[in-house]
């Protein structure tokens, strides 16, 4: 399941294809640098929300019936997002970002790192999916790894990001995308009906 929503809503495949869409003009080496900078920034920003998400939530006194609510919206505008193959903002770039990333030297930062990474989706999915786990470290650690292993992953396709667009193609990388936004629906659908299953107003 952790490994699904991450997929879906940071994106590997999408992440590379509007890597090597901004990176064209940047050497071999250029491409690596930005893309392991980019990698680094974007998780050490979501790996923030990994250790100190819990501790916004209690800051600001929300419950994890109002996460699971609130991040199972977010979670299935995404997902919507995805099988109509639209952009919004949530887990990709905005045209207006695009137009001012392409004007931008250094891409790593953003919008790399940011939004493309570590988005508004990613973030609302790392601190629901720890919020979750109500303390358990086996279940912590099968979130952190998912999330480690959807990072690396998108390493790996941004360093391949050019084989990956010839080979696939932007119809693939939608067919991909609409399959996990699928998948990324029902799981938003079950965050919803939990928190709402929890909500003092239908708890028994």
């Known amino acids: 399941m952790a490994f699904a929503t991450f997929f879906a809503t940071i994106g590997p495949l999408d992440v590379a294809v509007v890597f090597a869409s901004l990176s064209g003009d940047q050497s071999p080496k250029e491409r690596t640098s930005s893309a392991l900078k980019g990698f680094l920034i974007g998780t050490g920003i979501l790996f923030t929300f990994v250790l100190f998400g819990e501790a916004v939530l209690n800051l600001f006194g929300i419950s994890l019936a109002a996460l699971r609510i609130g991040g199972g919206v977010l979670l299935m505008l995404i997902a919507i997002d995805l ?10 770039t905005t045209k207006d970002e695009n137009e001012e990333a392409e004007a931008k030297s250094d891409i790593s930062i953003f919008p790399l790192a940011t939004p493309l990474i570590a988005g508004p989706g990613a973030m609302g999915a790392v601190v629901l999916l720890m919020a979750d786990t109500d303390g358990n470290l086996v279940e912590t650690a099968l979130v952190i790894g998912a999330l480690v292993a959807v990072l690396v992953l998108t ?11 010839k080979i696939l193609g932007q119809i693939g990388v939608h067919v991909i995308a609409r399959v996990f936004g699928v998948i990324l629906a029902a799981l938003a659908a079950q965050f919803v009906l939990d928190g709402l299953e929890q909500s003092p107003l239908f708890a028994k």
């Not at 099988?83 to 990709?92: P, T, Y």
């Open 155 to 165: 390493l790996v396709c941004m360093l391949l990001a050019s084989q990956i667009q």
């Open 83 to 92: 099988v109509f193959a639209r952009s919004s903002g949530a887990s990709s």
